[in-house]
């Protein structure tokens, strides 16, 4: 192979060949760096591991990630209804029970998914895998910090919660709205920085006309006030009194409605502009690389056939 791309792109030296050895040395480092891009390297049942774990487009993948999906939900319930006095008194042993049989789920999964990696610390320092760790490790601490007072163990129980951060990794959609929030972040940014200058300076101007004797006692008093009535939530907490501040405070409702909007529109769009929303990104079964476009046929990354 190498000979050939040699001799097509040499044409001078079309005569001259380039000795066997030296042909089988590149094509060794060509193949072996071609399983290096494999995340699941050369082993077979590594690959068919990788594929039923971090694959969503097979039999096998499909079925897993749903199993998980329901693991999750069925444990950020407990968790819920954990908090609740009536009901942990109750039920207390179940959730317990519960509790240890889906975190050495969640373990053994979170073991599958490194042992199936060539790297598998890339993965356990990810966002997914930090979550992983996360979503387990608390359980482990409660036997550590038995001993100490009720607070930290009840606070580390609750940390459980986050394992519904691995809802996101089981469905497309989430990853087509986290696209188009990672591509609108800028504009996001730039959006709230605007507001930002917008409640500094109603906030001053509020502070001057109202003053302290209506509630209004300093600026970052006056910007909250600010922030409550601009997201139209309004507390009631705090109210202008004087004509010219009902007056502000009337313009700052108008613009909230207004400024809602412009977020919106902005994630809207970038979703409408996600590639392939209506089909889930397709997956490379030899290098592992998605975002392939639905009607290619080699892979863009390693040329393997799709």
Request: hydrophobic share 45%.
């Amino acid at each position: 192979m190498f000979r050939i791309l040699l001799q097509t792109s040499h044409r001078p030296f079309k005569k001259k060949s380039i000795p066997r050895a030296l042909e089988h040395h590149l094509l060794f480092h060509y193949f072996f760096l071609m399983e290096q891009i494999k995340p699941y390297g050369s082993s077979p049942w590594k690959e068919k591991l990788y594929q039923t774990i971090f694959q969503t487009n097979t039999r096998a993948g499909k079925l897993f990630n749903a199993v998980l999906l329901l693991f999750i939900i069925i444990s950020v319930t407990i968790v819920a209804l954990e908090s609740v006095y009536s009901v942990r008194i109750k039920y207390h042993n179940y959730f317990i029970t519960a509790e240890w049989i889906f975190t050495i789920l969640f373990t053994a999964e979170y073991i599958l998914r490194l042992l199936c990696l060539i790297r598998p610390m890339k993965y356990a320092f990810s966002l997914f895998g930090i979550i992983d760790f996360i979503a387990i490790i608390p359980t482990y601490l409660t036997l550590i910090f038995s001993g100490q007072t009720f607070l930290v163990v009840r606070i580390l129980r609750l940390l459980r919660i986050f394992r519904i951060l691995k809802l996101p990794e089981y469905t497309y959609e989430a990853t087509v709205l986290f696209e188009a929030l990672k591509a609108s972040s800028r504009k996001i940014l730039v959006f709230l920085f605007s507001i930002s200058v917008l409640v500094v300076i109603i906030g001053t101007l509020i502070y001057v006309v109202e003053g302290p004797e209506n509630g209004y006692t300093d600026i970052p008093t006056s910007m909250y006030w600010v922030i409550v009535t601009i997201t139209t939530v309004g507390f009631g907490d705090i109210a202008p009194r004087t004509p010219f501040g009902k007056f502000l405070a009337s313009v700052t409702m108008l613009l909230g409605y207004g400024i809602i909007a412009v977020p919106t529109g902005i994630v809207s769009v970038e979703i409408a502009r996600a590639p392939g929303k209506q089909k889930p990104a397709r997956t490379c079964p030899s290098c592992g690389k998605n975002n392939h476009e639905a009607d290619a046929v080699f892979c863009r990354y390693c040329g393997s056939k799709l």
